[in-house]
């Protein structure tokens, strides 16, 4: 687990940081509320200035991180922080009662959270991401799949699609 201090001085680094600061609202259309919902950081990876995702699970502890690195087109653009358990990205905050919808990635799940879409989750390894985190959500019972609109996209609803059951 990642200690909650730790998540915080993530948050607070972006919070201070004069270029993700500029990139989030004029490259991706977030504001700041959005990404403090989200507890979303700024770190410095490998030399590469890096949007930090937390991963929590139902129980709100941090089991894991990926980044996202910005204004680099080069690869890979997403890592996880080594032993960064597999969990939905929001899991802590969704509501099994309520229609899920499950995005391709993190950018995809607060872009929908920001537009009012408060019950959504990401996939944490992207289109063709499987795993046990899938059950996480197994007692909901209408589900809906916002991948993008590509091969890698199509395969990965078809195969979130079987995993969840088609009829849910």
Known sequence: TISDEQVDEWHNSLKNNKEALE???NERGFT???VSQFRVGYREVGGRLSIVFPYFDRSNTCVGVKYGYFNSFSEPRFTKEP?????????????????????EGE?????????GFFNVVSVPDGAESS??????????????????????????????????????
């Open 23 to 25: 990139y989030l609202p």
């Open 107 to 115: 950018w995809d799940a607060i872009t929908a959270w920001q537009y």
């Open 32 to 34: 700041i509320e959005t």
């Open 131 to 168: 795993g046990d985190y899938f059950e996480g959500i197994g007692g909901a019972s209408l589900i809906y799949l916002a991948f993008d609109n590509d091969s890698a996209g199509s395969r990965g609803a078809s195969k979130a699609a079987r995993l969840l059951g088609a009829s849910r």
């Open 83 to 103: 032993g960064s358990k597999s969990e939905f990205f929001n899991i802590n905050n969704i509501n099994l009662d309520e229609p899920i919808i499950i995005t």
